[in-house]
């Protein structure tokens, strides 16, 4: 793997990597986007089935995202099912502060 080269001449990153020294953190954002996920993620359909799992492990303070791998990624790239991912957490985390329901209501 070659390193490259600042304008100082100093070494930088290797050049395969996707850390850009040279845009500004939102244009690096936007090119980690476009790029799409470094690791493997999940599709809709596997993101729709795991979902509630998810989201219980991540309000029980758990390492949601060591239990189900892929899923960080795909909500991060995935508007539709990030949207899902916040309507349910507030959904989940409203009914858990609600005293007057209790399990099964």
């Known amino acids: 793997m070659r ?3 600042n304008a100082a001449g100093s ?6 990597s996707p850390v850009r020294e040279d845009l500004d953190p939102s244009q690096d954002s936007l090119l980690s986007r476009l790029l799409g996920p470094q690791r493997p ?3 809709c359909e596997q993101c729709f089935s795991e979902l509630d799992r998810y989201v219980e492990l991540e309000l029980r303070g758990a ?4 239990h189900i791998p892929g899923m960080r990624e795909h909500l991060e790239g995935c508007s539709a099912c990030a949207e899902d991912h916040r309507s349910l957490r507030a959904l989940v985390e409203t009914e858990a502060g609600s005293p007057e329901l209790g399990p099964g209501d």
Request: charged letters at 25%; hydrophobic letters at 40%.
């Open 63 to 66: 390492d949601a995202d060591t």
């Open 41 to 43: 993620e999940l599709s």
């Open 3 to 5: 390193a490259r080269h």
């Open 11 to 16: 070494v930088g990153v290797p050049a395969s």
